[in-house]
């Protein structure tokens, strides 16, 4: 196992780690709302949405894209 394996292990286990409490908010709204009586169909429209964006934050996160990307480190704010 070479290097590269073992950042990419890490970066899965950080994504995971990071998205997890965004997906427990969006679970955790979900059975609040299915709790006060509003009809379970609501439950298969809002669970998509909580589940896409919390994968695309995910792969975002593990690949990098999350980073700043413009490899300027010492930019000013265009003073």
């Given at each position: 196992?070479?290097?590269?394996?073992?950042?990419?292990?890490?970066?899965?286990?950080?994504?995971?780690?990071?998205?997890?409490?965004?997906?427990?908010?969006?679970?955790?709204?979900?059975?609040?709302?299915?709790?006060?009586?509003?009809d379970?169909?609501?439950?298969?429209?809002?669970?998509?949405?909580?589940?896409?964006?919390?994968?695309?934050?995910?792969i975002?996160?593990?690949?990098?894209?999350?980073?700043?990307?413009?490899?300027?480190?010492?930019?000013?704010?265009?003073?």
């Amino acid at each position: 196992m070479d290097d590269t394996d073992g950042g990419f292990q890490k970066g899965r286990k950080a994504a995971t780690f990071l998205i997890l409490p965004f997906v427990a908010l969006g679970i955790g709204n979900l059975i609040l709302i299915l709790q006060w009586g509003i009809d379970p169909l609501w439950g298969f429209v809002l669970l998509p949405p909580i589940l896409f964006i919390s994968a695309i934050g995910w792969i975002a996160i593990r690949g990098g894209f999350a980073e700043d990307r413009t490899g300027d480190s010492d930019y000013n704010g265009g003073v």
